[in-house]
């Protein structure tokens, strides 16, 4: 048996001087095919018949015949094909012979037919990069506020899912970036958030402080505000990078109940940071609210009157830095952090 996998096949007898020859296809005379070589693209079953003549000074003229064994052709082609797939980073990829890819390039895969003719498969694999992800956070100055979360990507295949900016309160929150190829990154963001209680800023700059509560070290270290959580006596001692330092007065601070600080939590401000405005959205029992923006020195900065549901002010004037923002309601009094940047 023979088979024609990769163009005609090639059939070929003895070649005899002085013979003739005539191929045959399933039993049936070829025309024109009379020479010791054929060449086919026909399926079927071939064979030869071949006659010989001479002269005998015995008997005169001898002339014998004889015929080959069938031959079988086949007419499967070889099968050459070529494919394009890609991959994320850490994925693999099954080739068409069963091995398994994870690197970008050409692979040639050679799949057996059952006929006995093979397929040639040329699989041009990319594996594309996943996307990079970078996140940045704010601080959370006051219990139960929130976080605004920054997303950007890098790396893969522009443009990105799940990039920008978002609201996240304390815990921890699973982001998602997908790439415009399915690639995807992800990266878990956790917040915390002070204790209950008020937010309490030093109004220097310095490279330590030491706040100290009724007259007793509480913290030292790089930090320029901290959680009150308790009534009582505040103090501050700030140094700067000379060593000189600073000594603030004794402030006496009252923790408010917890329901009125649930009312303050409840009223919501974003964004925060801000840039150029800022909303103050009420729940739904508050009707209205007296806002006032004060500077971490203290001074008044404006105030304004909340009446509406959501309530804009424009912070395009304002200098970067902090803010406290008081709260004086029917039932309730506190205050709210705010940074605005530029």
Not at 106 to 130: E, K, R
Request: hydrophobic residues 35%.
């Amino acid at each position: 048996m023979t088979s024609n996998c990769n163009g005609p096949a090639i059939l070929t007898a003895i070649e005899y001087p002085f013979a003739d020859y005539q191929w045959y296809n399933n039993g049936v005379l070829m025309p024109g095919e009379t020479t010791f070589q054929l060449i086919t693209s026909l399926p079927g079953n071939y064979s030869v018949e071949i006659k010989h003549g001479g002269s005998s000074p015995y008997s005169g003229y001898i002339s014998c015949t004889s015929s080959s064994d069938t031959i079988f052709v086949s007419n499967q082609n070889l099968i050459y094909f070529t494919q394009q797939a890609e991959i994320c980073d850490g994925e693999t990829y099954q080739l068409p012979d069963g091995i398994i890819a994870d690197q970008s390039g050409n692979y040639i895969s050679i799949v057996p037919a059952t006929a006995g003719c093979d397929s040639s498969i040329t699989t041009i694999l990319t594996v594309n990069n996943n996307p990079i992800v970078s996140i940045s956070s704010t601080d959370i100055l006051c219990f139960g506020e929130a976080s605004q979360i920054i997303i950007s990507a890098s790396g893969g295949v522009g443009p990105y899912t799940g990039t920008g900016s978002f609201t996240q309160y304390a815990g921890t929150t699973n982001y998602n970036i997908v790439d415009i190829t399915g690639c995807a990154s992800s990266q878990s963001v956790a917040i915390s958030q002070p204790a209950q209680g008020d937010t309490l800023f030093a109004l220097a700059s310095g490279v330590n402080y030491e706040w100290w509560f009724n007259g007793a070290l509480l913290v030292s270290g790089n930090y320029p505000y901290i959680i009150a959580t308790s009534s009582g006596n505040y103090q501050i001692i700030f140094y700067d990078s000379l060593g000189c330092s600073g000594t603030s007065v004794i402030t006496p601070i009252i923790i408010t109940n917890i329901n009125e600080q649930d009312i303050v939590d409840a009223i919501n401000i974003f964004p925060n940071p801000a840039f150029d405005n800022i909303t103050l959205e009420l729940p739904a029992k508050i009707n209205e609210v007296l806002c006032t923006i004060y500077d971490l020195s203290g001074r008044k900065i404006l105030s304004y009157r909340l009446t509406e549901t959501r309530n804009q002010i424009s912070v395009a004037d304002f200098s970067a830095g902090g803010y406290m923002i008081g709260l004086i309601g029917e039932e309730f009094s506190g205050y709210k952090g705010l940074i605005i940047e530029k």
